[in-house]
């Protein structure tokens, strides 16, 4: 995806419908959804290596063009003519998103699309540590392409790590490790948390149902729960303030992976990530982690995980 930002001020009221006036300043392009998680690993000195759809258009050349220049892989990156390169403008003044129009088909890629990305995958098998699925329902996440892909993985130990979108729940049976936010976790169990033990309860019938590792299930300003070896944490949230919490979940799946490639447990990996989503919430827009900040946020952070179960 690609998110367009068109920045601005407002000081009146259209006369001609009760809407905002926006005095656009300047528009920015950034690379979004999974291209986002992609910035993020490569914020972290990491290597990325992107496999999606484009549309044969000019969002998506471009797309491809900034994810070059940051240092990703784009070999992965296929051309689908039958639909556009999805776009997420924003309209933002004073800091506050005022719009969001999108532009994007949903229906599934064409077993034609799914079978180039598969054979780009088993090329690059061998040299990649971790595998991050960013479903957004948008048609790639087909149940076919995640089979394939976690047991191509899967036999090799390598994590999986999934963003999930709640009506494809059943899809993920095997991955390392879902990021949840906690409306996502309800809307898979179908059912609504009430109270904390609501959503301890939920959390653990995920993670039976879905035979996972873990679970991180994200909470907004509550901070995070860590599902891992039967038992739960607490991790606090850690910003500050909080100005915009788009693309704070992509910072969360791309730091948790990366720290668990490098070697780290998952509460470690899990807590790192909290802090890096405290830090990228204070900031407006669509941003990626900055390595330097996060390693300073660290050192100034004392560790904070409760078990709770």
Known sequence: MLDRHIWGTVDRISPEAPVPVVDVKKETMVPGGASNVANNIVSLNSKADVCGIIGDDEYGMLLVDKLEKLGANVSGIMVDVNRPTTVKTRVIAHSQQVVRIDREHKEDISKRVEDKIIKHIKKIKSS?????????????????????????????????????????????????IITPNQKEAENMLKTKFKSEEDVILGGKKIVDKLKLKALLLTRGKEGMLLFHDREVYRIPTVAKEEFDVTGAGDTVIAVLTAMLTAGLNYKKAAYISNVAAGIVVEKPGVVPIDFKELKERLKNEKPNIEKIS
């Open 128 to 176: 990649v540590n971790g595998v991050i699925i960013e479903d957004y329902g948008k048609g790639v996440i087909t149940r076919s392409l995640v089979k394939k892909v976690v047991k191509i993985f899967k036999k090799h130990k390598i994590p999986i790590a999934v963003d999930p979108k709640e009506n494809h729940f059943d899809l993920y049976k095997g991955v390392s």
